[in-house]
């Protein structure tokens, strides 16, 4: 399974996206039926993308996320490459279209 840094602080985030250069964040609230549903399945897909680092942040612990990032909803799935948003998906995520987007990106990246 993909390993996951659990990011509690917006301190936290700002560091994790600045200290890798493929990450990719997770955001979420705990009461989240679906956020709940959804993270096995992101993990799974991600396993395929040693290189992209996992983050997951509990939108409620660190509300300065939602702020920073323009985020209306959970859960949200970001892909920062070197501090910048190459890929956000929302609440109904479509993992075949996502495991594309990754591998198109990945496969140019590793260039």
Do not use: W
Not at 47 to 57: D, F, S
Not at 105 to 111: A, P, S
Request: glycine share 2%.
């Amino acid at each position: 399974m993909k390993q996951v840094t659990e990011l509690t602080t917006i301190e936290m985030v700002d560091e994790f996206i600045t200290s890798n250069e493929l990450s990719f964040l997770y955001v979420f609230t705990p009461e989240c039926s679906t956020c709940h549903a959804i993270f096995p399945k992101l993990r799974e897909v991600l396993e395929h993308y040693p290189q992209i680092n996992l983050g997951r942040v509990d939108a409620t612990q660190v509300e300065a996320v939602a702020e920073r990032f323009l985020i209306l909803a959970a859960p949200i799935l970001l892909l920062m490459i070197n501090g910048k948003e190459y890929v956000r998906a929302d609440r109904f995520v479509r993992f075949e279209l996502l495991d594309e987007k990754l591998s198109r990106i990945y496969k140019m990246y590793k260039r």
